[in-house]
């Protein structure tokens, strides 16, 4: 590749500038000191993401890690396993830090693209026997990261945290692209997390702010939540200039998803034309693709770093998958000449 060629960086929409907007409210933010709870941007960015949700408060966190982490600490106790798919984020990109800070253990069940069902929960809830770790907690990921961006039909998440009140165990969220869930189904995000006791979601993904996530609930739960990010180090103090920019992230990034999906969707439809490589385009429902070198002389690995090498960034998810993440700042041309570069590369890889 030309040194003076544009990289197409499909790694992740992790990978995101903010906006001119976000750098211009980043510097004239007025801050103060979010430990003592001065810090009034800060302030405001959590009372917006509440009333978004619906919900009493929320918490500023560092990431969507520790926001997920957070809540499974303030929602469980020693000993107590907690239900999540096999893929999840939290059991697969969170080393083990519900064993470690928690004291919990995690109770993997599998699903379909990420998509587990009620009754496979239900079976999963041990009866009460005192020699048997109980569940404590339930953990949903929507949309689902491995699963290809794939969303919890609204009926199912009703389903699932009805059997949650019924059974009294409480019912996190790990929402980090909530958003483009909302978006894809033309939803309010509070319609979609409805039932939970706390939702984490993050700023720094579609939403193109630099750094931090939210984590929502009640009163009492994020109050416990301020106690649990200081035990992690995410106690912080002039935070308003990124806060400043979670504000302008939620104001003004969400409606601009659909252009992200629309992208993913372009991908797919050109991916499924291309020889060696395979996807079910009707799959992509968000900003995320997932395809496989099932007819090519290399692997995911091999693919990727082919891909790479001529400007195309992407990530390989194991030996036989290769992850692509549309965002704001890949645009239909680039997803175009995405397609020519891996039409080239797969060419020469044919088996």
Same mark, same amino acid.
């Given at each position: 590749?030309?040194?003076?060629?544009?990289?197409?960086?499909?790694?992740?929409?992790?990978?995101?500038?903010?906006?001119?907007?976000?750098?211009?409210?980043?510097?004239?933010?007025?801050?103060?000191?979010?430990?003592?709870? %001065?810090?009034?941007?800060?302030?405001?960015?959590?009372?917006?993401?509440?009333?978004?949700?619906? =919900?009493?408060?929320?918490?500023?966190?560092?990431?969507?890690?520790?926001?997920?982490?957070?809540?499974?600490?303030?929602?469980? =106790?020693?000993? =107590?396993?907690?239900?999540?798919?096999?893929?999840?984020?939290?059991?697969?990109?969170?080393?083990?830090?519900?064993?470690?800070? +928690? #004291?919990?253990?995690?109770?993997?069940?599998?699903?379909?693209?990420?998509?587990?069902?009620?009754?496979?929960?239900?079976?999963?809830?041990?009866?009460?026997?005192?020699?048997?770790?109980?569940?404590?907690?339930?953990?949903?990921?929507?949309? !689902?990261?491995?699963? #290809?961006?794939?969303?919890?039909?609204?009926?199912?998440?009703?389903?699932?945290?009805?059997?949650?009140?019924?059974?009294?165990?409480?019912? !996190?969220?790990?929402?980090?692209?909530?958003?483009?869930?909302?978006?894809?189904?033309?939803?309010?995000?509070?319609?979609?997390?409805? #039932?939970?006791?706390?939702?984490?979601?993050?700023?720094?993904?579609?939403?193109?702010?630099?750094?931090?996530?939210?984590?929502?609930?009640?009163?009492?739960?994020?109050?416990?939540?301020?106690?649990?990010?200081?035990?992690?180090?995410? #106690?912080?103090?002039?935070?308003?200039?990124?806060?400043?920019?979670?504000?302008?992230?939620? %104001?003004?990034?969400?409606?601009?998803?659909?252009?992200?999906?629309?992208?993913?969707?372009?991908?797919?439809?050109?991916?499924?034309?291309?020889?060696?490589?395979?996807?079910?385009?009707?799959?992509?429902?968000?900003?995320?693709?997932?395809?496989?070198?099932?007819?090519?002389?290399?692997?995911?690995?091999?693919?990727?770093?082919?891909?790479?090498?001529?400007?195309?960034?992407?990530?390989?998810?194991?030996?036989? +998958?290769?992850?692509?993440?549309?965002?704001?700042?890949? +645009?239909? %041309?680039?997803?175009?000449?995405?397609?020519?570069?891996?039409?080239?590369?797969?060419?020469?890889?044919?088996?």
């Amino acid at each position: 590749m030309k040194k003076e060629e544009k990289l197409i960086d499909l790694r992740s929409d992790t990978v995101t500038k903010p906006t001119p907007a976000m750098r211009e409210a980043m510097m004239k933010a007025e801050v103060g000191d979010d430990v003592y709870l %001065e810090d009034p941007t800060v302030n405001k960015l959590q009372q917006i993401a509440a009333a978004i949700f619906k =919900q009493e408060a929320s918490l500023f966190v560092p990431s969507g890690s520790m926001g997920n982490e957070i809540a499974i600490h303030i929602l469980t =106790q020693p000993g =107590q396993e907690v239900i999540l798919d096999e893929a999840s984020h939290i059991f697969n990109y969170e080393l083990s830090t519900m064993a470690i800070f +928690s #004291g919990v253990l995690a109770r993997p069940i599998r699903g379909r693209r990420g998509i587990i069902d009620p009754e496979e929960i239900k079976q999963a809830i041990h009866p009460k026997i005192y020699y048997i770790s109980p569940i404590g907690l339930i953990c949903l990921e929507n949309t !689902h990261n491995c699963g #290809g961006g794939s969303i919890y039909p609204l009926e199912l998440i009703e389903a699932i945290t009805s059997l949650a009140r019924s059974e009294g165990i409480p019912i !996190h969220l790990d929402g980090a692209r909530i958003f483009n869930a909302a978006v894809a189904l033309n939803r309010e995000v509070s319609e979609l997390t409805k #039932g939970f006791d706390t939702i984490m979601f993050c700023l720094s993904k579609g939403l193109s702010a630099p750094i931090g996530s939210m984590l929502v609930g009640s009163k009492e739960l994020i109050e416990k939540a301020r106690i649990a990010r200081k035990m992690l180090g995410g #106690g912080m103090r002039q935070v308003g200039v990124l806060a400043a920019a979670g504000l302008v992230a939620l %104001e003004t990034m969400v409606d601009r998803l659909k252009i992200d999906h629309q992208n993913a969707a372009l991908l797919a439809e050109g991916i499924c034309r291309i020889k060696g490589l395979r996807i079910d385009p009707s799959t992509v429902k968000t900003n995320i693709v997932i395809f496989h070198p099932d007819g090519l002389k290399a692997d995911a690995q091999e693919l990727a770093h082919q891909l790479n090498s001529r400007g195309l960034l992407c990530n390989p998810i194991g030996p036989l +998958s290769i992850r692509m993440v549309t965002h704001k700042d890949v +645009s239909r %041309e680039d997803i175009l000449k995405a397609l020519d570069i891996m039409e080239s590369v797969c060419a020469k890889l044919l088996q």
